[in-house]
T-cell receptor, first 113, second 111 residues
């Protein structure tokens, strides 16, 4: 049983560009959450998707948007990249009705130059 | 914003010793969880303790929760070099089901 997968593993972009990160949840999981982890810090909640809709959102600007597909996979889009967006982006999935226990993917390392 | 704060920020011990990490948080919680992260990779869920529980064990891990002091501790017994990692506490608050993480404790276990 594959766990949570994310692509790509690493990404380098320049300021002002746009980026799309992808996540496939663990089998049987229907809820996907995204987190941003800056170097040396704990992860910060970006948003959570359930039934193809954004259910909760953290303190992130509208430049951060997402999508969930009918197969529960999800995308994180970031527009107008800033240097401060450089971070590890983590996706987590959870079972129906069990969003308290989240399983994390390996992350995508985004570097903005 | 960070709900939990871990203490100490860094801990270095010898293999075989016990490691204790502490977490403090600010608001009422549904549960508190501990995660491990190796070298900036994904987080691995270690243990969850609910707000009505005071102590929980899982293998070499022991977690305590004191809701009156809004604090938790993670004890790793008989540590191994493979336990070297960053450890984070995360709180689950209200109906949001979003996890709020602390800044982590970097544990180094020396062989």
């Amino acid at each position: 049983d594959a766990g949570v997968t994310q692509s790509p593993t690493h990404l380098i972009k320049t300021r002002g560009q746009q980026v799309t990160l992808r996540c496939s949840p663990k089998s049987g999981h229907d809820t996907v959450s995204w987190y941003q982890q800056a170097l040396g810090q704990g992860p910060q909640f970006i948003f959570q998707y359930y039934e193809e809709e954004e259910r909760q959102r953290g303190n992130f600007p509208d430049r951060f948007s997402g999508h969930q597909y009918p197969n529960y996979s999800s995308e994180l889009n970031v527009n107008a990249l800033l240097l401060g967006d450089s971070a590890l982006y983590l996706c987590a999935s959870s079972l129906p009705g069990r969003a308290d226990t989240q399983y994390f993917g390996p992350g995508t390392r985004l570097t903005v130059l | 914003s960070q709900q939990g704060e871990e203490d100490p920020q860094a801990l270095s011990i010898q293999e075989g010793e016990n490691a204790t990490m502490n977490c403090s948080y600010k608001t009422s919680i549904n549960n508190l969880q501990w995660y491990r992260q190796n070298s900036g990779r994904g987080l691995v869920h270690l243990i969850l303790i609910r707000s009505n529980e005071r102590e929980k064990h899982s293998g070499r891990l022991r977690v305590t929760l004191d809701t009156s002091k809004k604090s938790s501790s993670l004890l790793i017994t008989a540590s191994r070099a493979a336990d070297t990692a960053s450890y984070f506490c995360a709180t689950d608050v209200g109906s949001a089901r979003q996890l709020t993480f602390g800044s982590g404790t970097q544990l180094t276990v020396l062989p």
